[in-house]
């Protein structure tokens, strides 16, 4: 019996770690310059999902890199939607934004209600891909979150938060987000803003 294998996405429609062939292949099948590979280890894919280097594919020739996720080489797609969240204490008082990357412009803010940073990462980068479903636009999406991330690509946010009366509202959008992503396909690029390189998120509430 074969062992467990984990499967990195550098370009394709979503980047990312999937832990299944039936996931990778849904990002990358049909998609010219798809660039991923197979890892034995949970350690070695995300280590080389984080070092952002790009495989040669059977199907395409080597990628560029342009907008792969996490790549020290990635320029800013300034044509996209940036998105953040904030949050006073865990749980605390949370709200998320999302802004134009170019001009930082508000384009949606919710909050704040109690919650956690977390979630309002993942509730944001829900609302941008509903709103961009809406108005039929396939723009490219950036968050700080890399737990957001994975949540978004399992399509369950993996968090410990209490269910009870005042939670109740957080709990109902989670779980409507939640829907959203297992009743709906996307083509956006979801991206991993290189705080390091660029500085803070365009979204970012300026509250650190």
């Known amino acids: 019996m074969a062992g467990k294998k984990y499967y990195v996405v550098w370009q394709g429609r979503n980047t990312g770690i999937y832990t299944s062939w039936a ?3 849904a990002q990358t099948k049909g998609y010219q310059g798809a660039s991923f590979k197979s890892f034995p280890t949970l350690k070695d894919a995300e280590q080389a999902f984080k070092q952002g280097k790009a495989v040669r594919t059977t199907q395409a020739k080597a990628p560029t890199l342009k907008n792969a996720f996490t790549s020290e080489s990635v320029e800013i797609n300034e ?5 953040d969240a904030a949050c006073s204490g865990n749980p605390g008082m949370m709200e998320y934004q999302g802004v134009s990357t170019k001009t930082g412009q508000v384009i949606f803010h919710f909050g704040p209600i ?7 990462e993942f509730l944001a980068i829900v609302h941008a891909l509903s709103l961009l479903k809406k108005k039929g636009l396939n723009t490219d999406i950036y968050t700080d979150s890399v ?3 994975s949540w978004v690509r399992n399509k369950k946010a993996n968090t410990s ?8 509202q957080v709990w109902n959008m989670i779980e409507r987000a939640e829907k959203w992503l297992k009743d ?3 083509t956006n690029k979801i991206m991993k803003w290189d ?3 660029h500085g803070e998120i365009k979204a970012d509430f300026g509250r650190k």
């Open 79 to 83: 044509n996209s939607i940036s998105v």
């Open 23 to 25: 996931e990778c292949e």
């Open 114 to 120: 109690l919650g956690t940073n977390n979630i309002g």
């Open 161 to 168: 938060l209490v269910k009870n009366e005042k939670t109740e």
């Open 147 to 149: 737990t957001a991330l």
């Open 195 to 197: 705080t390091k390189k």
């Open 184 to 186: 709906n396909t996307y």
